[in-house]
């Protein structure tokens, strides 16, 4: 049942989702107000969603154009759909004066709350945090309702599963129920009664699997990530207050957001291409120069946008591994290209030199133990090779020894990337142990494996796979396999990290 999920989830992008996700909560909010369910007008539901949609709309139109920027249509109809689940849907005039503000100002917090045309803050909370104080009227967060739970709970377990931060969500949950708990027994309430009020009738749910995972103002690794869902968790109490200013969810959310912002990537990058390199059949790096140097580290991703890409079902935002080393001047991605590639892959291959694309939010945990004299070894099927790429790059480039195995599995010997460099990265500790599966296509003399790679292969080439740590990269499938194959064995899952990867482009 999993795998015909992690499937579905793997052909659309992590915006998409959201977006589904979104309009599922509407479509079922409508109902439930149509039934006598939920105490709202469907009508009145109706009407807002399309006001704070439309203003959204507008409003971004007006504002790329005043900075002279693409405006991004499928966040701007995220931030109206979330701002028509926190809004009342009522139509008095006090209310649409909030729908109109907040949604422009959520607009506006992209363009002129940015660092490097990278927005700081979570659209939506920032603009309910400003109405609030400037003109009285706030969120009422109508979505936490016990109706509305069991797809808040389908929908964002999707997300989460999608995205792979269940980490921060758990690190938010945990930490906001033991704060609300022990705040509420202060004041007199029972645990049942708090953990009722918690998950059935408060929007704890619905902020932590969506608001909460923004990727761009969120931190881009796994442990920032927990601190990021601890200190948003401490704040998201009611009772919490300081003087007479008490936290809401959206203002625990903004201070958050100055953490991630301190300890992540800054701003956006514009990345001029300056060539396409073939490195394997149908594979190429893409070779861009960067505006500004960006930090990462070996091993993690960026968010791409082909802002003049038709949108299809994916969407124009992708996330790509970064195949480059941090001591290279040049930012490199590679592609893999197939029969039926998506529409993003296809703009992406007519690039010309010269021609810019934007990238944002440098993340991922998939990197090097800072201890050098841990044995590792890498598991890559495919382009999944290119985090390798990076990683050996860098180990060449710093002269540093690493023992390393790396099993690297393609159909055909033509498929094979890179070889190259980690043919020179032998004297470092580098062992490249490269299998066919395709039997019929095998070249005579084959010096390397045949088939997939299975248990026999893995123990044998690594036959201290027990103390090594693994790293693995490829289609879902193959990860999922070889995360089964390797707890068979004994391996602890503290010895498994696995990449980002968020589905076929």
């Not at 142990?433 to 893995?458: C, E, F, H, S």
């Amino acid at each position: 049942m999993m795998t015909i999920i992690d499937d579905i989830l793997n052909k659309t992008t992590m915006y998409r989702l959201v977006l589904y996700y979104l309009i599922a909560l509407l479509l079922t909010a409508f109902f439930l107000c149509l039934a006598g369910v939920l105490p709202y007008s469907p009508w009145a539901l109706l009407a807002s969603t399309t006001i704070i949609l439309g203003i959204c709309l507008l409003a971004n139109a007006i504002f790329a154009r005043t900075f002279n920027a693409t405006p991004n249509i499928e966040s701007a109809y995220i931030t109206a759909l979330i701002l028509a689940l926190i809004i009342t849907p009522q139509l008095t005039f006090p209310t649409v004066m909030l729908m109109v503000w907040a949604a422009i100002l959520a607009m506006a917090s992209k363009y002129i709350l940015s660092y490097r045309h990278k927005h700081l803050f979570n659209p939506v909370a920032i603009s309910v945090v400003i109405t609030a104080l400037f003109i009285s009227q706030s969120a009422s967060w109508w979505v936490g309702t016990i109706s509305m739970l069991p797809i808040v709970v389908i929908g964002g377990l999707l997300v989460i599963r999608k995205i792979k931060r269940a980490s921060l969500v758990w690190a938010f949950i945990i930490t906001a129920t033991i704060v609300i708990i022990t705040t509420g027994l202060a004041h007199g309430s029972s645990i049942i009664e708090n953990l009722r009020a918690i998950y059935l009738y408060s929007p704890l749910l619905f902020f932590a699997f969506l608001m909460l995972t923004e990727p761009l103002t969120s931190p881009p690794t796994k442990k920032l990530q927990i601190w990021y869902g601890v200190i948003v968790g401490l704040l998201f109490a009611p009772r919490i207050h300081l003087g007479s200013v008490y936290s809401t969810p959206e203002l625990a959310l903004v201070v958050g957001n100055v953490f991630a912002f301190i300890v992540s990537s800054k701003g956006r990058v514009t990345l001029t291409l300056k060539e396409i390199r073939r490195v394997a059949n149908d594979t190429y790096d893409f070779v861009f120069r960067p505006s500004f140097p960006v930090k990462f580290l070996p091993g993690q991703f960026l968010e791409l946008t082909l802002v003049t890409a038709p949108s299809d079902a994916r969407g124009n935002r992708r996330f790509f591994t970064i195949a480059s080393a941090p001591t290279e001047k040049e930012i490199r991605f590679g592609v893999k290209f197939y029969p039926k590639s998506s529409r993003f892959k296809q703009v992406l291959a007519e690039l010309k030199p010269n021609q810019s694309i934007t990238a944002a939010q440098t993340a991922g945990s998939f990197t090097l133990p800072r201890d050098p004299a841990k044995k590792l070894a890498f598991i890559a099927g495919g382009i999944g090779v290119t985090p390798f790429r990076s990683q050996v790059k860098y180990l060449l480039d710093s002269g540093q020894k690493r023992d390393i195995i790396l099993l690297y599995s393609n159909k055909t010997v033509g498929e094979i990337a890179y070889a190259d460099l980690f043919a020179a990265a032998e004297p470092l500790g580098l062992k490249t142990v490269y299998t066919l599966t395709d039997r019929t296509t095998i070249p005579a003399n084959w010096p390397g494996q045949t088939g997939l790679i299975d248990q026999k292969m893995l123990t044998t080439q690594a036959p201290d796979y027990q103390d090594r740590l693994f790293y693995l990269s490829g289609p879902h499938a193959m990860v999922v396999a070889f995360e089964k194959l390797l707890s068979s064995l004994g391996v602890p899952k503290s010895q498994i990290k696995t990449d980002y990867f968020p589905g076929y482009a």
